[in-house]
């Protein structure tokens, strides 16, 4: 069984530019939820996702923003990027959505943005 | 706001040897996770406790959740270098982690 893919895994940008990483979740699972992890904050949440509809958000500005298809796969974009956006990105699917529920998250291997 | 606490924040253990990280959060919550992160990699789950007493073992790793006293508990037995990485445990409430416990096991 396929695990969560995450692509680009690595990219490098500059100031200013935006950037969209895309996540293909496990095959049948149809939430999705990113997260942003750096040394100095830890693992934080961005945004769920479940069948295609927004159903919660972190504490992150306008600028991240994300979706996801009716295949349930999604995707994440980061405009206007600032040096502290520089981070590893990760995506997890689980089963259900809605963090009531028991959603075992599978991440996936991470997306690690540089911006210089 | 919910707030993950967990302590310690860096373990450094003899193989053989014995130790527990605690997982401390704030708010009302009755099932709780543990990840497994390991360097450069992604987080793996670990186990997934869901009720108040939950225990669960999985090799030299037992979990266990309070939710009285708001708890969890990673306890480690006999430890060996493999079992080196990084511990989070989560909330998913409001999807709060840890900050989580890194972890290593000397010979």
């Known amino acids: 069984k396929a695990g969560v893919t995450q692509t680009p895994r690595y990219l490098i940008k500059t100031r200013g530019q935006q950037v969209t990483l895309s996540c293909s979740p496990i095959?049948?699972?149809?939430?999705v939820s990113w997260y942003q992890q750096t040394p100095g904050q830890g693992l934080q949440f961005l945004f769920e996702y479940f069948s295609e509809t927004q159903r919660n958000k972190g504490n992150f500005p306008g600028r991240f923003s994300g979706r996801q298809f009716s295949n349930s796969r999604s995707e994440m974009n980061v405009s206007t990027l600032e040096l502290g956006d520089s981070a590893l990105y990760l995506c997890a699917s689980s089963r259900q959505g809605g963090f009531a529920n028991t959603g075992e998250l599978f991440f996936g291997e991470g997306s690690r943005l540089t911006v210089l | 706001e919910l707030k993950v606490e967990q302590n310690p924040l860096f373990l450094s253990m003899q193989e053989g040897k014995n130790y527990t990280i605690y997982c401390n959060y704030s708010?009302?919550?009755?099932?709780l996770y543990w990840y497994r992160q390991d360097p450069g990699k992604s987080l793996e789950s670990l186990f997934v406790l869901l009720s108040n007493g939950a225990v669960k073992q999985e090799g030299r790793l037992m979990a266990s959740l309070d939710t009285k006293a708001r708890l969890s508990t990673l306890h480690i037995t006999a430890a060996v270098h493999d079992l080196s990485a990084t511990y989070f445990c989560?909330?998913?409430?409001?999807?709060?982690f840890g900050a989580g416990t890194r972890l290593t096991v000397k010979p």
């Open positions: 708010t009302t919550s009755d099932r």
């Open positions: 095959s049948g699972h149809r939430s």
């Open positions: 989560a909330v998913h409430n409001d999807m709060r």
